[in-house]
C-alpha cells in the first residue's frame, strides 16, 4: 500500500519560514499529480498548491509569492516551501497525493502555527 510522511511543520513567528516535506512510498508505479491542502480550526479543508507530473504549478491566491511548491520525482517527494508566514496560514498541512484519477493518498497531517 502506498504511504505518505509529513514532516516539517512547527512553530514560528510571523514573518519566519518553513520547508514542508512530504515523501511517498509503496506500490506506486507513477504519480499524476501532488499538492498540500491546509484545514484551520472551523473552516473547510483548501488547496494551497499543486503541481502535476509535468511540473505545472497552481496556488491559491492567499499564499502566491510566499509559497513555492516543488517536487523531486525520483525519490517520489513533494516540497512547500513557506516564506513571509503570516497567522493566518495557521493550520493542518496534508499532503496529497494522486497515482490515478481515483486513488488519492493523504498525509497524516503536520500542524503550522505561526504566532503574531
Known amino acids: 500500500q502506498v504511504q505518505l510522511v509529513e514532516s516539517g511543520g512547527g512553530l514560528v513567528q510571523a514573518g519566519g519560514s518553513l520547508r514542508l516535506s512530504c515523501a511517498a512510498s509503496?506500490?506506486?508505479?507513477?504519480?499524476?499529480?501532488m499538492g498540500w491542502y491546509r484545514q484551520a480550526p472551523g473552516k473547510q479543508r483548501e488547496l494551497v498548491a499543486h503541481?502535476?507530473?509535468?511540473?505545472?504549478?497552481n496556488y491559491a491566491d492567499s499564499v502566491t509569492g510566499r509559497f513555492t511548491i516543488s517536487r523531486a520525482n525520483a525519490k517520489n517527494t513533494v516540497y512547500l516551501q513557506m516564506n513571509s508566514l503570516k497567522p493566518e496560514d495557521t493550520a493542518v498541512y496534508y499532503c496529497?497525493?494522486?497515482?490515478?484519477?481515483?486513488?488519492?493518498?493523504w498525509g497524516q497531517g503536520t500542524q503550522v502555527t505561526v504566532s503574531s
Open positions: 509503496g506500490r506506486i508505479f507513477s504519480i499524476l499529480a
Open positions: 496529497n497525493v494522486a497515482i490515478g484519477i481515483k486513488l488519492n493518498y
Open positions: 503541481i502535476t507530473s509535468g511540473g505545472i504549478t
